[in-house]
């Protein structure tokens, strides 16, 4: 790869062309529990643009500009208060689509001159724990409905990881697949289910004839998939999903049976990102402390 063909796929700052790729997309901005009813305004970093989240008084929630329009003050040290979120400074008051509703200081509150001013607004949408923004142009498309969004949500766990890398080098080590056989020597990289003995090959490493990979171009993106010898007339196969532009679907610890996993790697600038994790079961509801614990081993391990 050339370093221009790199800059091209990793710059995702305003008017990069991967960036506004990007931006035509629902990305993750936040976990739902990172911004409960009453908390306090969330600087949020997307894309290399700095915003703020926040929970008005009625839960209704708001992505503007980090920097207030009268003398650029940081909003996130705002009071949520009067239906908005208002600047701590001079008290401008923005509601959830950056609007300034109350301009104190200025004769009757600004009216009539605070309508020729918008604070830059993003669309978002709650869906099973995470918090989705649109930053693209034009009116937003539909969230699509992936499999998690479908279920309750008990049967949903979600978390975040921050990365020091880009986003692509994070989606990467998704559809590596070859690197499993070698790294994550777990037992969730065992076959078999319930009531069903696990045929044991992760400590059997790479080994030569045991195991080949395929991939194939999809409309969605790339599908890659592992095939490995475990027996006589048995085989194991492992198939995970790259979702243009961002994602990646692995079996996960389910092995697809019950639910997959979703790593969605969204940059913060060109050189960090927040990796999202999303685990969800189509047959029974998830113990959050249990999945919590699993991630701290597939991390240490």
């Known amino acids: 790869m050339t370093e221009e063909e790199n800059k091209l796929l990793t710059q995702t700052g305003p008017g990069t062309p991967c960036g506004e790729l990007?931006?035509?997309y629902w990305q993750p901005a936040a976990l739902s529990e990172e911004i409960p009813m009453g908390a306090a305004p969330l600087p949020v970093k997307l894309f290399?643009?700095?915003?703020?989240?926040f929970r008005n008084e009625q839960g209704k929630l708001g992505l503007i500009d980090l920097h207030c329009a009268h003398r650029g003050a940081d909003l996130s040290y705002g009071r949520l208060e009067d239906g908005g979120l208002r600047c701590i400074y001079h008290g401008w008051l923005y509601d959830v689509n950056g609007k300034i509703i109350d301009?104190?200081?200025e004769e009757n509150g600004g009216k009539g001159f605070r309508d020729s001013i918008c604070q830059r607004a993003y669309p978002v949408e709650e869906r099973a724990g995470v918090i989705f923004a649109y930053m693209g142009p034009g009116k937003a498309p539909l969230i699509p409905n992936y499999g998690y969004l479908t279920v309750p949500l008990d049967h949903v766990f979600v978390t975040k990881i921050y990365q020091e890398c880009n986003y692509l080098q994070g989606n990467e080590g998704n559809i590596d697949?070859?690197?499993?056989?070698?790294?994550?020597?777990?037992k969730f990289r065992d076959t078999g289910g319930p009531g069903v003995e696990p045929v044991k090959f992760s400590g059997q490493g790479g080994a030569p004839g045991l195991e080949t990979?395929?991939?194939?171009?999809t409309d969605y993106g790339l599908r890659v998939c592992k095939i490995r010898k475990v027996g006589l007339d048995k085989k194991y196969l492992r198939v995970g999903n790259f979702v243009m532009p961002n994602l990646s679907a692995p079996p996960g610890q389910f092995n697809g049976k019950e639910g997959y996993l979703m790593n969605w790697h969204v940059p913060i600038d060109d050189t960090h990102h927040w990796k999202y994790i999303i685990i969800f079961n189509r047959e029974r509801p998830l113990d959050a402390e249990e999945q919590r614990r699993t991630r701290l081993e597939l991390t240490d391990g």
Do not use: C, Q
């Open 22 to 24: 990007m931006r035509r």
């Open 177 to 186: 697949i070859v690197h499993l056989s070698f790294l994550h020597f777990n």
């Open 213 to 217: 990979t395929e991939a194939d171009l």
């Open 103 to 105: 301009m104190p200081g």
């Open 48 to 53: 290399g643009e700095e915003l703020v989240l």
